[in-house]
Nanobody, 123 residues
Framework: VQLQASGGGSVQTGSSLRLACVAS????????MAWFRQGPETGREFVAAITWEKGTPWYEKDLKDRFIISRDNAKRTLYLQLNKLKPEDTGIYYC?????????????????WGQGTQVTVSS
């Protein structure tokens, strides 16, 4: 399985971006997928996840009002809509697939990762 993330950029506070993650590979059939991010001085933190079949989303609590996760099964594509961006949202955003039949906030529970896409928000 290969994951290719895109859509990042340099924007100003209050702007929006839409990230995409395209999956390829014969064995692609995850229980769920997620977005994580890593800031300049932080570890990799959970942003949001979504179950692949039913599309049930869940979010890091503080991000729920500004970010929207979605997926297109036919296109094998995961999305993350980022709204009302703040400088503290700056970081590399990674997509990932769950290792098993559970979706948690721990990066250890995800096996395949995209290369990341950079989001930079200036004030």
């Amino acid at each position: 399985v290969q994951l290719q993330a895109s859509g990042g950029g340099s924007v100003q506070t209050g702007s929006s971006l839409r990230l995409a993650c395209v999956a390829s590979g014969r064995d692609f059939n995850p229980y769920a997928m997620a977005w994580f991010r890593q800031g300049p001085e932080t570890g990799r933190e959970f942003v949001a996840a979504i179950t692949w079949e039913k599309g049930t989303p869940w979010y890091e609590k503080d991000l729920k009002d500004r970010f929207i996760i979605s997926r297109d099964n036919a296109k094998r594509t995961l999305y993350l809509q980022l709204n009302k961006l703040k400088p503290e949202d700056t970081g590399i955003y990674y997509c990932a697939t769950t290792r098993g039949f559970i979706a948690t906030k721990s990066p250890d529970d995800y096996n395949y990762w995209g290369q990341g896409t950079q989001v930079t928000v200036s004030s």
